[in-house]
């Protein structure tokens, strides 16, 4: 890549070439956390100037990935450069999108308008995720009739929606497509993610203002809520969380929130705040089937106006079905991929780019410790009930679920399996394990429990 006079737009693309190749150096959630909302802001001869969205993130990347990050510079640019990292607004963190709206959005007077300039508060709506770049199909459609739903009527229909489903699978999308439809039809909103509410909320008693806290989020029409989970084990945040929830809700206020769980298994939630949700309409996204995943990839595509051979989408919509989060980084993945090797695209080269991708998690071995581990957390049961000698009945499917889980993702055969749960011997492993199995061929349910265990395992 040569470089042309320094410039913002040169600066962006060299970064996310940079960031292509990073992609493929680091774990996915390494870079989804730390690496995915840069931006590049300059670029000269000698150094890159990278934005970053707080200083936690520049710190981060300036003190434990520094290597990592001149190395693929020089390798992209074939040029030593100094990376330099800063903190930048949200507007220049979603530069494509000038409509971009602040999440605070409403008729500010000028008290406000200083208010929604609080730093804290930068996150904005993706204008990527709307209604019409949601591919919607058998998995999700309910939620995304309601969420069209709350936005035709707010406070009408279901008062409060709350989405849950699986990671990557569409919530937050759903959550800003409702929010740009707010704002095309005048109604003003918050959209805060259930962290930045926290904060807020921590800091407004600290200070001391949190009628203003109060007034904030009572003065609107809509508050969207993403991600609710995080309020778990934040007791004196739930407080504010359901006195802003009771506030909105008697006004008719459309709410509409997030969960990475159904409500029923928030269970250190309060109850109150439990009950709340369930009193309004409750909806799942499930994961896509193959016919979905296939319209997604050509959704994709035809945003990015991008061509791509079927046979190399039909590949990825096979390989990579468990989240949508996934199946789209797949995409760019190969693209990267091909652009960094200059090689064509083909199913050879997608084949080799996931694999790649996905060596970093398959060279950390699984312990059978963290499968019980997993399983314990998700069934909420002891730890030492899954390892222990007596089995209560209610414990038998977890179990049989771990061993299931150990011998298909360790080495461990089933005496050794037997061993480490509860001293069963390996004819009852054997016999669990084939249970497990056949049952997984048609028990969707079951399907959804492993694949949240193995999920939980690798995050
Ligand atoms: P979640 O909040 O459930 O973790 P996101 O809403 O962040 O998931 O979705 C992850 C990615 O997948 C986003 O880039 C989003 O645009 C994309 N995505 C999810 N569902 C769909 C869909 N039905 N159609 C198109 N893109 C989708
Ligand atoms: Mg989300």
């Given at each position: 890549?040569?470089?042309?006079?320094?410039?913002?737009q040169?600066?962006?693309?060299?970064?996310?070439?940079?960031?292509?190749?990073?992609?493929l150096?680091v774990?996915?959630?390494?870079?989804?956390?730390?690496?995915?909302d840069t931006?590049?802001?300059?670029?000269?001869?000698?150094?890159?100037?990278?934005g970053?969205?707080n200083?936690?993130?520049?710190?981060?990347?300036?003190?434990?990935?520094?290597s990592?990050?001149?190395?693929?510079?020089n390798?992209?640019?074939?040029?030593?450069?100094?990376?330099?990292?800063?903190?930048?607004?949200?507007?220049?963190?979603?530069?494509?999108s000038?409509?971009?709206?602040?999440?605070?959005?409403?008729?500010?007077d000028?008290?406000?308008?200083?208010?929604?300039?609080?730093?804290?508060?930068r996150?904005?709506l993706n204008?990527?995720?709307?209604?019409?770049?949601?591919?919607?199909g058998?998995?999700?459609?309910?939620?995304?009739?309601?969420?069209v739903?709350?936005?035709?009527?707010p406070?009408?229909?279901?008062?409060?929606?709350?989405?849950?489903?699986?990671?990557?699978?569409?919530?937050t999308?759903?959550?800003?497509?409702?929010?740009?439809?707010?704002?095309?039809?005048?109604?003003?909103?918050?959209?805060?993610?259930t962290?930045?509410?926290?904060?807020?909320?921590?800091?407004?008693?600290?200070?001391?203002?949190?009628?203003?806290?109060?007034d904030r989020?009572?003065s609107?029409?809509?508050?969207?809520?993403?991600?609710v989970?995080?309020l778990?084990?934040?007791?004196?945040?739930?407080?504010?969380?359901?006195?802003?929830?009771?506030?909105?809700?008697?006004?008719?206020k459309?709410?509409?929130?997030?969960?990475?769980?159904?409500?029923?298994k928030?269970?250190?939630l309060?109850?109150r705040?439990?009950?709340?949700?369930s009193?309004?309409?409750?909806?799942?996204?499930?994961?896509?089937?193959?016919e979905?995943?296939?319209?997604?990839?050509s959704?994709?595509l035809?945003?990015a106006?991008?061509?791509?051979?079927?046979?190399?989408?039909?590949?990825?919509?096979e390989?990579?079905?468990s989240?949508?989060r996934?199946?789209?980084?797949g995409?760019?993945?190969?693209?990267?991929?091909s652009?960094?090797?200059?090689?064509?695209?083909?199913i050879?080269?997608?084949?080799?780019?996931?694999?790649?991708?996905?060596?970093?998690?398959k060279?950390?071995?699984?312990?059978?410790?963290e499968?019980?581990?997993?399983?314990s957390?998700?069934?909420?049961?002891?730890f030492?009930?899954?390892t222990?000698?007596?089995?209560?009945k209610?414990v038998?499917?977890a179990?049989?679920i771990?061993?299931h889980?150990?011998?298909?993702?360790?080495?461990?055969?089933?005496?050794?399996?037997?061993q480490?749960?509860?001293?069963?011997?390996?004819?009852?492993?054997?016999?669990?394990?084939?249970?497990?199995?056949?049952?997984l061929?048609?028990?969707?349910?079951?399907?959804?429990?492993?694949s949240?265990?193995?999920?939980?395992i690798?995050?």
């Amino acid at each position: 890549m040569t470089l042309s006079p320094a410039g913002t737009q040169d600066a962006r693309q060299v970064w996310s070439a940079v960031l292509g190749h990073l992609e493929l150096q680091v774990t996915r959630p390494s870079f989804h956390t730390w690496l995915k909302d840069t931006v590049g802001i300059r670029v000269s001869e000698t150094d890159i100037v990278v934005g970053t969205p707080n200083t936690f993130v520049a710190e981060m990347l300036e003190q434990r990935m520094y290597s990592l990050i001149t190395d693929s510079v020089n390798h992209v640019l074939k040029s030593q450069l100094d990376v330099r990292f800063i903190v930048t607004s949200a507007e220049e963190l979603t530069p494509e999108s000038p409509s971009d709206l602040p999440i605070n959005h409403r008729n500010n007077d000028s008290q406000d308008s200083e208010k929604s300039r609080i730093p804290y508060r930068r996150i904005s709506l993706n204008h990527k995720y709307q209604f019409d770049t949601f591919v919607s199909g058998k998995s999700n459609e309910l939620a995304y009739a309601a969420s069209v739903a709350v936005s035709q009527k707010p406070g009408l229909v279901y008062n409060p929606l709350t989405i849950y489903s699986d990671v990557g699978l569409g919530k937050t999308h759903l959550l800003h497509s409702i929010g740009h439809a707010a704002s095309v039809a005048g109604r003003s909103f918050i959209y805060v993610t259930t962290e930045e509410f926290t904060n807020e909320y921590v800091r407004s008693i600290r200070e001391g203002n949190t009628e203003a806290f109060r007034d904030r989020y009572r003065s609107v029409d809509m508050l969207l809520l993403d991600d609710v989970q995080f309020l778990i084990g934040k007791e004196q945040t739930q407080e504010g969380f359901f006195h802003t929830f009771n506030s909105l809700h008697m006004l008719n206020k459309q709410i509409v929130i997030t969960s990475d769980r159904p409500v029923a298994k928030l269970n250190l939630l309060e109850r109150r705040v439990r009950s709340r949700l369930s009193g309004g309409l409750v909806v799942d996204i499930q994961r896509p089937d193959l016919e979905t995943r296939m319209a997604i990839l050509s959704k994709k595509l035809e945003i990015a106006n991008r061509q791509c051979d079927s046979s190399v989408t039909d590949f990825l919509a096979e390989r990579l079905s468990s989240n949508i989060r996934e199946l789209e980084g797949g995409l760019n993945r190969v693209f990267a991929y091909s652009e960094i090797t200059q090689r064509p695209l083909s199913i050879e080269l997608a084949q080799q780019a996931l694999s790649d991708a996905y060596l970093d998690e398959k060279s950390t071995p699984i312990s059978p410790d963290e499968i019980i581990e997993a399983v314990s957390e998700y069934f909420n049961v002891e730890f030492s009930s899954l390892t222990g000698p007596r089995g209560r009945k209610e414990v038998a499917l977890a179990r049989q679920i771990a061993m299931h889980l150990i011998k298909a993702d360790t080495d461990l055969g089933p005496t050794a399996i037997g061993q480490a749960l509860g001293g069963k011997n390996h004819s009852t492993v054997i016999k669990n394990c084939s249970k497990i199995s056949a049952r997984l061929v048609t028990d969707l349910s079951l399907q959804r429990d492993i694949s949240n265990i193995r999920n939980l395992i690798l995050s």
